[in-house]
């Protein structure tokens, strides 16, 4: 519920554009979603935990009472991505050759950070991920072939161009897998005692997640341009 109540990820440009698919939309569409989600990501993850303990309720499976915290989310999504990104329009608009400069060191300490900290998460919970491994897979992989799908389905039905529907898949199937794990990490958040004690399993499928949609991402991008599939109206 955390993983699909993130905005999509920044490496879906990049994907995007190994598809030949249409990068002015996906750059838009990763920004539109980034600002999106300071309302967005906290409200479907409140949203849908309460549905899901109501449901379990129903059920009677037992559960442990969780609190949602809507506002603490709110508060962390605003520090982590909202003040950042304002920053980043005011440097692009008014330094842009410091905007230019600061790109590509950024963008490679952001994967630097990501890539530590996925490797700090298996290494304290290896024995977690390997015990469930299959339901892990299994989990991760359904939920993205279903938000791939969906996009692939909604470009389709609205018939937009095979372009543009390679742009809305990846951006639909790619999720900030990195957003989810700093705000697993955040105390304030999901404190280390109480109910939240072990969530060493949401840590695990989290960072597997961040793994594994940089596999699917890049073997979808291979079959498209393999197949090479363009429609007439396309260039």
Not at 14 to 21: Q, V
Not at 98 to 107: G, H, R, W
Not at 169 to 189: A, K, R
């Amino acid at each position: 519920i955390l993983v699909a109540s993130c905005p999509g990820g920044n490496i879906s440009n990049f994907i995007t554009s190994l598809s030949r698919g249409n990068v002015e939309l996906s750059v838009s569409l990763t920004a539109f979603n980034t600002v999106l989600c300071i309302f967005s990501t906290p409200i479907n993850f409140a949203m849908w935990g309460r549905l899901y303990l109501r449901y379990a309720a129903k059920q009677d499976i037992i559960l442990p009472e969780l609190q949602i915290p809507f506002w603490e989310l709110f508060q962390s999504i605003i520090i982590i991505l909202g003040i950042p990104l304002v920053l980043g329009i005011l440097c692009s608009q008014y330094l842009p050759k410091v905007a230019k400069k600061l790109n590509k060191p950024l963008q490679s300490l952001s994967i630097v950070v990501f890539v530590v900290m996925v490797v700090a998460i298996f290494a304290s919970n290896f024995d977690a991920f390997m015990k469930c491994i299959q339901y892990i897979f299994l989990i991760v992989l359904i939920h993205n072939l279903l938000a791939l799908g969906i996009g692939f389905s909604a470009g389709t039905l609205f018939r937009l161009p095979y372009k543009d529907r390679r742009t809305i898949t990846i951006e639909t199937g790619i999720q900030n897998s990195g957003l989810g794990l700093i705000l697993l990490l955040n105390p304030n958040i999901f404190p280390e005692t109480g109910v939240w004690a072990n969530n060493g399993g949401m840590l695990v499928i989290t960072a597997w997640w961040g793994v594994w949609h940089i596999i699917s991402g890049l073997t979808l991008a291979y079959t498209w341009r393999l197949r090479g599939r363009k429609e007439p109206n396309e260039e």
